[in-house]
């Protein structure tokens, strides 16, 4: 039961659940406290995995320790942050011989990074054929124009007319995990796409 300033772990389940449909064993390691020491103690027991996952501490907080302390360790960084939402801090690279990828610590933001991110590395690290997850559809509703990152909408699905019908959820709050239990795909908005009609052609993935 929470306590004061407390909130139930729900991060490293839904990944580990999102993981393990694409076909990878997990080891679910116990929460690591938000200390240098306590990270790389983390990091060296997960030495020899396939591929490492961090979940939080990538931002730039005074506790955001996870791109110190790879760096630190000797971590091959392919990029750090990406011009999208929700998820920007997000982290990937070599550590040790092991692929790794360190999630932003927002419940929404890590679990579309590792829609995203993850399952298709999966895949790959497993010599699966690559696999275009994008659809085309209508949009079900108007929406403004869209800011500087590239937008990854929670959104439900529908037919009509024998063509998907792809309708962004009102609140796009990227706290509120119970919203994306309710999406069906994510509806992928260009950085800077002008406002868009209901009936106008979008793409978008299907959440499995």
Same mark, same amino acid.
């Not at 938000?34 to 020899?48: F, I, K, P, Q, V």
């Not at 750090?80 to 550590?95: D, Q, S, V």
């Not at 690559?130 to 500087?148: K, V, Y």
């Not at 590239?150 to 024998?162: F, I, M, P, V």
């Given at each position: 039961? &929470?306590?004061?300033?407390?909130?139930?772990?729900?991060?490293?389940?839904?990944?580990?659940?999102?993981?393990?449909? !694409?076909?990878?064993?997990?080891?679910?390691? /116990?929460?690591? !406290?938000?200390?240098?020491?306590?990270?790389?103690?983390?990091?060296?027991? $997960?030495?020899?995995?396939?591929?490492?996952?961090?979940?939080?501490?990538?931002?730039? #907080?005074?506790?955001?320790?996870? #791109?110190?302390?790879?760096?630190?360790?000797?971590?091959?960084?392919?990029?750090?942050?990406?011009?999208?939402?929700?998820?920007?801090?997000?982290?990937?690279?070599?550590?040790? #011989?092991?692929?790794?990828?360190?999630?932003?610590? @927002? /419940?929404?933001?890590?679990?579309?990074? $590792?829609?995203?991110?993850?399952?298709?590395?999966?895949?790959?690290?497993?010599?699966?054929?690559?696999?275009?997850?994008?659809?085309?559809?209508?949009?079900?509703?108007?929406?403004?124009?869209?800011?500087?990152?590239?937008?990854?909408?929670?959104?439900?699905?529908?037919?009509?007319?024998?063509? &998907?019908?792809?309708?962004?959820?009102?609140?796009?709050?990227? $706290?509120?995990?119970?919203?994306?239990?309710?999406?069906?795909?994510?509806?992928?908005?260009? $950085?800077?796409?002008?406002?868009?009609?209901?009936?106008?052609?979008?793409?978008?993935?299907?959440? @499995?």
């Amino acid at each position: 039961t &929470p306590g004061p300033g407390q909130i139930v772990s729900s991060n490293d389940i839904a990944i580990a659940a999102i993981a393990r449909s !694409a076909g990878a064993e997990v080891d679910l390691l /116990p929460i690591a !406290a938000d200390t240098e020491a306590s990270l790389r103690d983390s990091l060296l027991r $997960a030495s020899g995995a396939d591929l490492i996952v961090t979940i939080g501490g990538a931002s730039v #907080g005074d506790h955001d320790l996870i #791109g110190k302390v790879t760096e630190g360790m000797g971590m091959e960084r392919a990029f750090y942050k990406i011009a999208m939402r929700p998820g920007k801090p997000l982290i990937a690279g070599r550590i040790a #011989g092991s692929a790794m990828i360190g999630l932003p610590g @927002n /419940p929404v933001s890590s679990i579309v990074c $590792a829609e995203l991110f993850i399952r298709p590395l999966l895949d790959a690290m497993q010599g699966l054929p690559f696999t275009d997850r994008l659809h085309h559809g209508r949009l079900g509703r108007s929406i403004g124009a869209e800011g500087d990152r590239q937008h990854y909408l929670r959104a439900t699905l529908s037919e009509a007319d024998g063509l &998907p019908i792809v309708t962004p959820l009102e609140d796009q709050d990227s $706290a509120r995990l119970g919203l994306l239990a309710q999406a069906d795909a994510l509806l992928v908005r260009p $950085a800077g796409d002008p406002p868009r009609e209901a009936g106008d052609a979008v793409k978008f993935i299907v959440l @499995n």
